[in-house]
Structure formats: structure tokens, C-alpha cells
């Protein structure tokens, strides 16, 4: 029993030290992103998340199995592809897509559930056949098991709300904005989270 006891103990310290490399990791890449997407000036984003993408791609070379590495790596590209624009971010929005499911397979629930999430938001804001992937059948599905998984997230709600005011659904996209803006505070993502409030806000304007 004691020898169990201790193999036991050596293992979950091990996975704990495996652990804080990848975790540093993401740190690094979230906070860089809120930085260049919301601190930054407009002008200067699109080179700034080509940057990112760059070391994303290195980062995920260092952690291939990590969800939590894939799901930033997608939503970096995803963000890239929006500044990017035209054809030529077609093939981001196709990778990320890639890493979304991906890190499903690996694990669904990594991030909160942020990976249903994204995808969600990619089905729906990306062309359709023969130009894209984008089907608004399959981001329902998606944003809807995001809201399963995180019913309560800023961002799991943000996007079910937008996905909504694109289908001329006021009143519920309305109803999903104001519970998003009472969200608890992310640790470590201030800036994300006061940018998304603002975005929030000036939607909720619109409506």
C-alpha cells in the first residue's frame, strides 16, 4: 500500500511539472493576443497576429498534443484571417478549423469548451460552399454545446448572441449579450475581458 501510495504521488507530480510548460505557453500566447487586439492600434494588427501565428506554430511544434495549444493556435489564425481578409485567409480559417477538431477529439472540454466555441464562430462567419466551410446548421450545433459546457462564459454567450443578431434574432441575441456582461472575471485576462465587455456594450447599442 505505502509503495502505491508513493508511485502514485511521483505520478501526479510528474504531470504536474509536464503541466507548467504548457500552461506558461498558453499563458504567453492569450495574453498576446488580448494585447495586439485590443491595446493595439487597428493599422497595426494584421502584421502583429502574423507574428503571433508564427510563434503559435513553433509553440504547438514544442506541445502537439496540447488542446489547450491547439484551441489558441486556431483562434490566433482564426483573428489573423479576419484582419488578413480575402481569398488569401481562406487556408488560416481552414487550419484552425482543423485544430479546433482536433483538440476535441483530444479533449472536448479543454478551455471551458472553447474549441465548440470557436468553431462555432468560424461556421458562421466564414463563405459557404463552393467558397468556404461556413454553414449556419452546423454553428448553431456547435455554440450551442459551448453553451452546454460554459453556460455562464463571457465569450460562449458573445458569440451565441452575434451568431443570433446575424440571424435577425434581436431579442435573444439581446438576452445572451446581457448575461455575458455578468461573466466573473477570468484570472489573468483582464484585458480580453474588458475589451469583450466593450464589444458587448457597443453591440447592445446597435440592438
Not at 453556460?151 to 440571424?167: C, H, K, T, V
Request: aromatic share 8%; charged share 25%.
Amino acid at each position: 500500500m505505502k509503495n502505491l501510495f508513493i508511485t502514485t504521488a511521483l505520478t501526479l507530480f510528474s504531470m504536474c511539472i509536464l503541466a507548467a510548460p504548457v500552461d506558461g505557453a498558453r499563458l504567453t500566447l492569450q495574453t498576446e493576443w488580448a494585447h495586439i487586439k485590443y491595446e493595439l492600434e487597428k493599422d497595426q494588427q494584421e502584421i502583429m497576429f502574423k507574428s503571433l501565428a508564427e510563434q503559435s506554430e513553433e509553440t504547438l511544434s514544442q506541445f502537439p498534443e496540447s488542446a489547450d495549444i491547439m484551441i489558441w493556435r486556431a483562434i490566433i489564425l482564426s483573428t489573423y484571417a479576419g484582419e488578413k481578409g480575402g481569398l488569401g485567409a481562406l487556408s488560416l480559417v481552414k487550419e484552425a478549423k482543423q485544430l479546433l477538431e482536433k483538440s476535441i477529439e483530444i479533449d472536448p472540454t479543454a478551455l471551458q469548451g472553447s474549441a465548440y466555441t470557436s468553431l462555432g464562430s468560424l461556421y458562421y462567419q466564414v463563405p459557404g460552399w463552393p467558397i468556404g466551410f461556413g454553414s449556419d446548421k452546423k454553428a448553431k450545433v456547435f455554440l450551442t454545446k459551448a453553451l452546454e459546457i460554459n453556460p455562464d462564459g463571457i465569450d460562449s454567450n458573445f458569440f451565441n448572441a452575434d451568431f443570433l443578431i446575424e440571424q435577425h434574432k434581436k431579442d435573444e441575441a439581446k438576452a445572451f449579450l446581457e448575461h455575458a456582461l455578468e461573466a466573473s472575471p477570468r484570472p489573468g485576462r483582464e484585458v480580453a475581458d474588458s475589451g469583450r465587455r466593450l464589444e458587448i456594450k457597443a453591440l447592445l447599442e446597435q440592438l
